[in-house]
């Protein structure tokens, strides 16, 4: 057996297949998307995996008995400190699977907080990531939070001496969140200040979203020559990046590269991330990027699509669809998609690695941006002087006048524009 460093976890990954599950996804791809996300985790030596197929599960231990101890096998044969269940599991049966095995485990919800406490870089992914962490373990308070002062480093949910005070541990976490959110509004007040500066800008903002992995840091990266960083690997980028693009054949735009979306992201997550995604919310274009090679691309964009509308994104923001990594497929199906492409209506399939079909689709973005711009006359009393600054600030009057009961402008604006005046 070959040796592994000290301060790796040798981890074992099981994806339950329940048959009673009409929404289950196809079961070798849910593993193999399960051990992407433990790779996704340097201090974790994935040693193996498996599939466990079940016609239900079981309320107390997940799984049945034999299956049980067919695992403990394996986890006992390869040494294996830490198991990772891809889905649900419940406090109870985590503790009594722990128990059985003699092991720690997380489940997929777990695990997508450790990754997203390793990456988060800035202050605010940083307090997100605590707070949703700290709502996951109130409903379960499987170990002791007591002590809440300990510093997380990698791993850091899996520790602790056990189940203690259970109603004091909950008070703490409460103590704890109730300190992270008012560090957290600060932090989003000045969020908040950033983008009204940007809305006096006269710049459209493009969103990109997407499933993780899809190539949205590679595209954000071409688009605006900045080093955002892009590996082959899940939640590759989790902080958003925003840079200012010139279109060739258009007005400048402010691009947005936002965290990825996962199948049954956990809530905690979606409402402590809420106040990055706002980003989204307030974009005039959505750019949606898929992996058109991945074999399960309709079930992310479905993924995709159900985020966004809890979000809030409305259906009448405009979307632009992008099938990217036209290079990872055979020329028979990148041909195909491309044929594809070209019959549905904002949709381009591009690689965004060599740079095919992206000036089509900046073309696109510029039309839809130029088609969006409308031309009315507004009325405005003289007193309202704040909204009249803010019109010129935007640089969308074309001629003023006044009369005896104020101000009349004939104004050239983007929807987006028109909604962020309404709301002054």
Known sequence: MSETAPDVTRAWVIHPEIKSDPDRREASLALAEAVSLAHALPELDVVGSEIARLP????????????IDEIAAHLKDNEITLVLVDGAVTPVQQRNLEKAWKVKL?????LILEIFSDRAATREGVLQVEMAALSYQRTRLVRAWTHLERQRGGLGFVGGPGETQIEADRRAIDTQLVRLRRQLDKVVKTRSLHRAARAKVPYPIVALVGYTNAGKSTLFNRLTGAQVMAKDMLFATLDPTMRRVELDSGPEVILSDTVGFISDLPT??????????EEVLAADIIVHVRDISHPETEAQAEDVAAILNDLGVDEER?????????????DDLADAARARAVREENVFAISALTGEGIAPLLDQVAEV????????????????????????????????????????????????????????
């Not at 239900?56 to 299956?67: D, E, N, Q, V, Y």
């Not at 405009?318 to 055979?330: G, H, S």
């Open 268 to 277: 905690e997550l979606v409402a402590s991330f809420r106040a990055t995604l």
């Open 56 to 67: 239900r599960p079981r309320a107390g231990l997940l799984f049945g008995s034999g299956k």
């Open 318 to 330: 405009t979307q632009i669809e992008v099938w990217n990594k036209l290079d990872a497929l055979p």
């Open 106 to 110: 997380l489940d997929r919800t777990g």
């Open 369 to 424: 941006l130029q088609a969006a711009v409308t031309t009315e006359t507004l009325h405005l009393p003289y007193a309202e002087g704040r909204k009249r600054a803010w019109l010129f600030e935007q640089d969308v009057v074309e001629e003023e006048r006044q009369n005896e009961e104020g101000f009349e402008f004939d104004v050239r604006w983007s929807a987006m524009q028109k909604a962020r005046f309404e709301g002054l």
